[in-house]
């Protein structure tokens, strides 16, 4: 399978968008067409966007169970409408491997913020956990994204046990993506130093693919103390 690019992903432009109110119109253009993940793509990302505004541990650990239960919530769907059923032994292993990570994920990081954990957001994932070839581009995108957002969000937690337990959990994304290059036959390792993304630039894509119909607020702004 080639690997995907931007343009192949993009949902109504929605990603191009947020690359392009990050980067830059021309940079954007380039990208639409750039494989993702690829040497050439992550040169263009190389530049860091406009700082963005300190967000404290609580707010990293709530929109981190957000994105978890978007990974989840997609693998699932794929999962009771037949599409994993319907993939090769193989990518059969790798999308339930995955799949079942991502729950457990969500279970760990609703386990830290107690109480305190925002409800489930409605999704929407379109067409994209509906067949083979969609389901798999958006999950290699997913998983890139992934390790990019806690790349860039981990050094900046402020609880010291927080922050090892999230260096653990990047450990097993970079595993992720690596394994969904793998089965789309891309370079598992295209560089050898990753470009982090900023919280606020991972929050941006996020929200406009448009995959998260309707977020809940979250109430309470006091930071969590991580134990385990």
């Known amino acids: 399978m080639t690997p995907p690019t931007l343009q192949d992903l993009d949902r109504d432009g929605a990603l191009s968008e947020a690359v392009a109110a990050l980067h830059g119109s021309t940079r954007a253009d380039f990208l639409r067409t750039a494989a993702l993940g690829g040497a050439a793509m992550l040169s263009a990302l190389a530049t860091p966007p406009p700082a963005s505004a300190q ?56 386990d830290v913020l107690g109480p305190r954990a925002e409800p489930r957001p409605t999704f929407d994932f379109g067409g994209a956990s509906e067949s083979d070839d969609e389901f798999t581009r958006t999950a290699v995108a997913m998983e890139d994204l992934t390790v990019a957002l806690l790349t860039g969000v981990t050094p900046v937690v402020r609880d010291r046990a927080l922050m090892a337990a999230l260096f653990g959990l990047m450990t ?14 891309a370079n598992p ?40």
């Open 55 to 110: 967000v404290d541990d609580l707010g990293i650990l709530q929109f981190g169970l957000r994105f978890e239960r978007l990974q989840a919530s997609f693998y699932t769907e794929a999962e009771e409408l037949g599409t994993i059923r319907a993939m090769s032994e193989r990518k059969q292993e790798w999308a339930r491997t995955l799949g079942a990570h991502e729950r457990a994920h969500v279970r760990i990081i609703k």
């Open 172 to 185: 097993v994304e970079a595993r992720h993506a690596a394994w969904a290059r793998n089965i789309v036959g």
């Open 189 to 228: 390792s295209p560089k050898a130093f990753d470009e982090p993304r900023t919280f606020e630039a991972v929050r941006g894509a996020v929200a406009r693919t448009r995959f998260i119909v309707q977020a809940p607020r979250t109430s309470s702004r006091r930071s969590p103390r991580f134990t385990g």
